[in-house]
């Protein structure tokens, strides 16, 4: 390996002089696979993003594992089961606490505009702790009073600029399905999918918006584990005797589960995967008209070679490695510009 390697190094770099030959040539071509790779990368980037907004909901729960109904498909959509179900899993070894989680839309109205908008409710048990936002600590007596809750600063900007009415006021009146609610504090979590703006509230207050919801029936049912307790062991444990109209799955496994359903259902996947393969493309065809005219140029020298006994493989392998040079070096700039957006 070491005596291949020497005798490597020995050889004479025709693929790196041929590449650099021509600076502006390498400037142009640099500049080209830069560009492609610039495209990819921020396709990729924006598609991720994309998906880590679902999970934004879910890494805030403050929970080993989480029980959902049978039919779970998205956090948009969800299912309702009885709520005594999450209480009989509290006898399990292991288990060190439980709390309900009601999430629900609901119809925002924006106060300038009067405009109407769907808006995300997670009406939260505040005797547990449910969600791990720092504000619903800070907040958690005037949460108990009915019709007080907080808005996501992150909503979109047709919500209305609460942010901005609460830092004045102290409180912003708004109405949401028709029933009056005072936003006390803001949070941050983000758009989903489901939803372009979020509102956590207690159950009671939930419960006033929603009227026609069961009291014994809740969306989600957040399980807490203690201290070197095996999550795999736990939800096996309780797979065995609970309903089979419900379900357990760790934090991770219901992130998974989210993304997935978006995944098959939305079109963002192939939107911005067609956007990659379109900057491939671009990269392939600069790389292309890039060595195709090098090589064009270079047939005496090419003919040269052969003349002195080389083989068609290593003329070959030089312009391989000069479409190797073209990518590496272009990969870089184009990297960094994709980290820098």
């Known amino acids: 390996m070491i005596n291949a390697l020497k005798k490597l190094l020995k050889r004479t770099p025709v693929a790196w002089l041929q590449t650099t030959n021509n600076p502006t040539k390498l400037l142009i071509g640099v500049a080209g696979v830069s560009f492609s790779n610039l495209l990819m990368f921020f396709q990729l980037g924006l598609m991720d993003s994309l998906y880590n907004s679902q999970r934004k909901p879910i890494d805030h729960l403050q929970a080993d594992l989480v029980m959902v109904s049978s039919k779970y498909s998205n956090l948009g959509s969800l299912q309702e089961f009885q709520r005594s179900q999450l209480y009989q899993v509290l006898g399990i070894s292991?288990?060190?606490?439980?709390?309900?989680?009601?999430?629900?839309?609901?119809?925002?109205?924006?106060?300038?505009?009067?405009?109407?908008?769907?808006?995300?409710?997670?009406?939260?048990?505040?005797?547990?702790?449910?969600?791990?936002?720092?504000?619903?600590?800070?907040?958690?007596?005037?949460?108990?009073?009915?019709?007080?809750?907080?808005?996501?600063?992150?909503?979109?900007?047709?919500?209305?600029?609460?942010?901005?009415?609460?830092?004045?006021?102290?409180?912003?009146?708004?109405?949401?399905?028709?029933?009056?609610?005072?936003?006390?504090?803001?949070?941050?979590?983000?758009?989903?999918?489901?939803?372009?703006?979020?509102?956590?509230?207690?159950?009671?207050?939930?419960?006033?918006?929603?009227?026609?919801?069961?009291?014994?029936?809740?969306?989600?049912?957040?399980?807490?584990?203690?201290?070197?307790?095996?999550?795999?062991l736990v939800q096996n444990t309780i797979h065995s005797f609970i309903s089979k109209d419900v379900r357990?799955?760790?934090?991770?496994?219901?992130?998974?589960?989210?993304?997935?359903?978006?995944?098959?259902?939305?079109?963002?996947?192939?939107?911005?995967?067609?956007?990659?393969?379109?900057?491939?493309?671009?990269?392939?065809?600069?790389?292309?008209?890039i060595l195709f005219g090098d090589v064009m140029n270079s047939l005496p020298q090419y003919a040269t070679l052969k003349a002195m006994g080389y083989r068609d493989s290593y003329v070959i392998s030089i312009v391989i490695q000069q479409s190797a040079i073209l990518a590496l070096v272009g990969c870089v700039p184009g990297l960094l510009l994709s980290l820098g957006l």
């Not at 809750?149 to 830092?167: E, T």
């Open 94 to 232: 292991g288990v060190e606490s439980v709390a309900p989680l009601r999430i629900n839309r609901a119809s925002w109205i924006t106060p300038e505009t009067r405009q109407s908008y769907d808006i995300s409710v997670f009406g939260v048990d505040l005797s547990q702790h449910s969600l791990d936002f720092p504000e619903i600590e800070k907040n958690r007596s005037q949460l108990t009073i009915l019709t007080n809750a907080l808005f996501d600063r992150n909503s979109k900007k047709q919500y209305g600029d609460i942010k901005k009415v609460v830092a004045k006021d102290g409180k912003a009146l708004v109405e949401i399905s028709g029933k009056k609610i005072r936003i006390i504090d803001t949070f941050t979590m983000g758009a989903t999918f489901a939803a372009e703006a979020n509102l956590i509230t207690s159950e009671n207050t939930y419960l006033y918006l929603f009227p026609k919801a069961d009291a014994r029936k809740i969306q989600l049912g957040l399980i807490k584990l203690k201290p070197g307790a095996n999550p795999q």
């Open 248 to 289: 357990i799955e760790t934090r991770e496994g219901l992130s998974k589960l989210e993304v997935s359903y978006w995944r098959r259902n939305s079109s963002v996947g192939f939107i911005f995967s067609l956007g990659v393969l379109v900057g491939f493309i671009v990269g392939s065809i600069i790389v292309y008209q």
